[in-house]
T-cell receptor, first 114, second 112 residues
Framework: GQQLNQSPQSMFIQEGEDVSMNCTSS?????WLWYKQDPGEGPVLLIA?????ELTSNGRLTAQFGITRKDSFLNISASIPSDVGIYFC??????????????FGQGTTLQVKP | DAGVTQSPTHLIKTRGQQVTLRCSPK?????VSWYQQALGQGPQFIFQ???????QRGNFPDRFSGHQFPNYSSELNVNALLLGDSALYLC???????????FGDGTRLSIL
């Protein structure tokens, strides 16, 4: 099925470092979402973005809705061990015939070394 | 305030059998979507239910069917199970069809 291109695929960083990951698509989305999934659990919504150029923060997390509406970025500042997990971007289109179907990236696996 | 709840947590079936998975949406949500997540992959959209009707469907065969009840809860049915149906099945709920979706912890289905 259709997926977004998410990079990097995995990251292994030192505690305290900042993290950046991004998501690109050949199609336009009207809403971008970022989720985190821990082993054995479902994805948890971190940030929702609704407008091109929008920059939104949630604690140490900051995400941006790309100007072209075809990409989005997530930054994590001062990483801590509990940031470990898989981060997914997801796009949502509005409009007739295409509402409600979330398109996901392949995920970025983050590991943090204490 | 209960989030999205799914049952059962784990299920083991054999090829050819049928399975029913259940989902209760987050309080205040009226729309339920189902996703299949294979190991190491992002979730893939199966279908979405709103006002007890299937509103949108992903690229899944007719063996996958669903239902939404008046209390907004939902079921996912899969007939004639194949080995390739082994996956984590996630339910997500939202208020209306185009709002951010909140996920349950899923049902891990294993086909032997």
């Amino acid at each position: 099925g259709q997926q977004l291109n998410q990079s990097p695929q995995s990251m292994f960083i030192q505690e305290g470092e900042d993290v950046s990951m991004n998501c690109t698509s050949s199609s336009i989305f009207n809403t971008w979402l970022w989720y985190k999934q821990d082993p054995g659990e479902g994805p948890v919504l971190l940030i929702a973005l609704y407008k091109a150029g929008e920059l939104t923060s949630n604690g140490r997390l900051t995400a941006q809705f790309g100007i072209t509406r075809k990409d989005s970025f997530l930054n994590i500042s001062a990483s801590i061990p509990s940031d470990v997990g898989i981060y997914f971007c997801a796009g949502l289109r509005d409009g007739s015939g295409n509402t409600g179907k979330l398109i996901f990236g392949q995920g970025t696996t983050l590991q943090v070394k204490p | 305030d209960a989030g999205v709840t799914q049952s059962p947590t784990h299920l083991i079936k054999t090829r050819g059998q049928q399975v029913t998975l259940r989902c209760s949406p987050k309080s205040g949500h009226d729309t339920v979507s189902w996703y299949q997540q294979a190991l190491g992959q992002g979730p893939q959209f199966i279908f979405q239910y709103y006002e007890e009707e299937e509103r949108q469907r992903g690229n899944f065969p007719d063996r996958f069917s669903g239902h939404q009840f008046p209390n907004y809860s939902s079921e996912l049915n899969v007939n004639a199970l194949l080995l390739g149906d082994s996956a984590l099945y996630l339910c997500a709920s939202s208020f209306r069809t185009n709002q951010p979706q909140h996920f349950g912890d899923g049902t891990r289905l294993s086909i032997l």
